[in-house]
């Protein structure tokens, strides 16, 4: 090997190297650029889903609780005739107990943890049967579970059976036969 093919080596390793720092150089500024598009396009979603559930609130009016309760529940897979006549059975502070004629259905908050209730508390004695809690079909609605506003209908429907309680973003419905017990 003579000395020019070796300088002739050397310049060829020497372009591949500044032809790849180069390279990498435009890729890491391409990669910077789509990042920076993501994010606009991040924030213009927010907005625009900020804006379109603030047009829908502006348009949601929620009369009837229950009537709006078995419409909700007639988009999901409930056992047969369970969202048809609905009935109010009893109330307390941020829960409400519906009878169907095919079981019951407790409208609790997600704050309640339903392990604690089946240990006999005060909620739990009254209301629902013993060991009915065990039987459940538990059921979690909210904007991520059901459709996008329903965080917002479900506020109208909660001032609607509790005007002192700040409505939730989400409940959870715990349905059960009625052969679990009289509640």
């Known amino acids: 090997m003579t000395e020019a093919d070796l300088i002739l080596t050397l310049l060829l390793i020497a372009g591949f190297a500044l032809l790849g720092a180069l390279i990498t150089l435009g890729n890491a500024r391409q990669a910077q650029a789509i990042r920076e598009v993501g994010e606009v396009l991040h924030g213009w979603a927010i907005r625009h889903i900020q804006l379109s559930r603030a047009v829908a609130a502006s348009a949601i009016r929620i009369e009837d609780p229950v009537t709006w309760l078995q419409e909700a529940l007639a988009r999901f897979p409930l056992p047969e005739g369970l969202a ?3 009935v109010p ?3 307390g502070y941020g829960w409400v107990l519906l009878r169907s ?3 019951k259905l407790l409208l609790i908050r997600p704050e309640i943890d339903p392990t ?3 240990r006999g508390s005060r909620f739990a004695s009254p209301v629902l049967p013993p060991g009915s809690l065990r039987k459940a079909q538990v059921l979690e609605l909210s904007p991520v579970t059901a459709w996008p506003t329903f965080d917002l209908e479900l506020a109208q429907a909660w001032r609607r059976w509790f005007p002192q309680d ?3 973003d989400r ?3 715990m349905v059960w036969p009625e052969h679990a017990g009289q509640g």
């Open 84 to 86: 048809r006549e609905l």
């Open 89 to 91: 059975e009893r109330q």
């Open 101 to 103: 004629r095919s079981g």
């Open 116 to 118: 604690p209730l089946e």
């Open 166 to 168: 700040p409505p939730p």
């Open 171 to 173: 409940v959870r419905l």
